[in-house]
C-alpha cells in the first residue's frame, strides 16, 4: 500500500493508491500545536496536537476507542565528548536531542516510527520493517510506503506524528 501526501497552501492533501484524494491534513507543523486529519466531507476524523517531549491524538472516528493516546518521542542517547572522539566541534554544543523512536497504537496493532541520523523514516511492527515514509523534508510530496492493507486516515496520523519528530529538534532562530 501507498499513500501520497502533498502539500499545498494552508493543507496538505492525502491521495489513495488509485490516486483519488482521499482528504487533506490541516494546519502546518510549523505554525502551531495541532493538525487535523479530515475526510473529503471536511469532518475531523483525529487530531494530532504537539506536546513537550511527543504528542497527543486524539480520534474521533470511534467512541468506544480511547478517545486521547499520549505519543512519547524516545530520544537519541548521546555519549559524552571527551576530547578524545570523533571531534565533531561546537556544532555538537547546540544541537538538541534527535527523537528516534515512537510508538502508536493502530487498529492494525502498534506501529513503531524511527527515525535515523540521516532523518530516514522507517516503520516496523513486533515483525519488523513494515514500511517507510520517503521525502519527509520535501514539499513537493511525500509517500508513506506500507507492506500491509491500513486504512489511509491511520496511515496519515502515522505520517504527522514523523513529521513532528522529523521537526522535534529543530531550532527556531528569532
Given at each position: 500500500m501507498k499513500i501520497r501526501i502533498k502539500e499545498c497552501v494552508g493543507n496538505s492533501r492525502i491521495y489513495g493508491e488509485d490516486g483519488s484524494m482521499a482528504g487533506t491534513i490541516e494546519g502546518w507543523p510549523k505554525n502551531g500545536p495541532a493538525r487535523e486529519i479530515c475526510g473529503t466531507d471536511g469532518n475531523v476524523l483525529y487530531?494530532?496536537?504537539?506536546e513537550k517531549g511527543g504528542c497527543l491524538i486524539e480520534n474521533r472516528t470511534k467512541p468506544q476507542?480511547?478517545?486521547e493516546v499520549p505519543i512519547s518521542?524516545?530520544?537519541e542517547e548521546r555519549a559524552e565528548n571527551s576530547g578524545s572522539g570523533k571531534g565533531y566541534g561546537a556544532a555538537v554544543l547546540?544541537?538538541?536531542?534527535?527523537?528516534?523512536?515512537?510508538?502508536?497504537p493502530l487498529a492494525a496493532g502498534d506501529v513503531m516510527v524511527r527515525q535515523n541520523?540521516?532523518?530516514?523514516?522507517v516503520l516496523e511492527d513486533q515483525?519488523?520493517?513494515i514500511g517507510r515514509i520517503t521525502q519527509i523534508a520535501s514539499l513537493t510530496g511525500h509517500e508513506v510506503e506500507w507492506e500491509k492493507t491500513l486504512d489511509v486516515y491511520e496511515a496519515a496520523?502515522?505520517?504527522v506524528v514523523a513529521e513532528y519528530m522529523y521537526h522535534d529538534d529543530d531550532i527556531d532562530v528569532v
Amino acid at each position: 500500500m501507498k499513500i501520497r501526501i502533498k502539500e499545498c497552501v494552508g493543507n496538505s492533501r492525502i491521495y489513495g493508491e488509485d490516486g483519488s484524494m482521499a482528504g487533506t491534513i490541516e494546519g502546518w507543523p510549523k505554525n502551531g500545536p495541532a493538525r487535523e486529519i479530515c475526510g473529503t466531507d471536511g469532518n475531523v476524523l483525529y487530531r494530532v496536537r504537539k506536546e513537550k517531549g511527543g504528542c497527543l491524538i486524539e480520534n474521533r472516528t470511534k467512541p468506544q476507542i480511547k478517545q486521547e493516546v499520549p505519543i512519547s518521542f524516545q530520544y537519541e542517547e548521546r555519549a559524552e565528548n571527551s576530547g578524545s572522539g570523533k571531534g565533531y566541534g561546537a556544532a555538537v554544543l547546540f544541537r538538541a536531542p534527535l527523537a528516534v523512536k515512537a510508538v502508536i497504537p493502530l487498529a492494525a496493532g502498534d506501529v513503531m516510527v524511527r527515525q535515523n541520523r540521516k532523518r530516514e523514516i522507517v516503520l516496523e511492527d513486533q515483525n519488523g520493517r513494515i514500511g517507510r515514509i520517503t521525502q519527509i523534508a520535501s514539499l513537493t510530496g511525500h509517500e508513506v510506503e506500507w507492506e500491509k492493507t491500513l486504512d489511509v486516515y491511520e496511515a496519515a496520523v502515522v505520517f504527522v506524528v514523523a513529521e513532528y519528530m522529523y521537526h522535534d529538534d529543530d531550532i527556531d532562530v528569532v
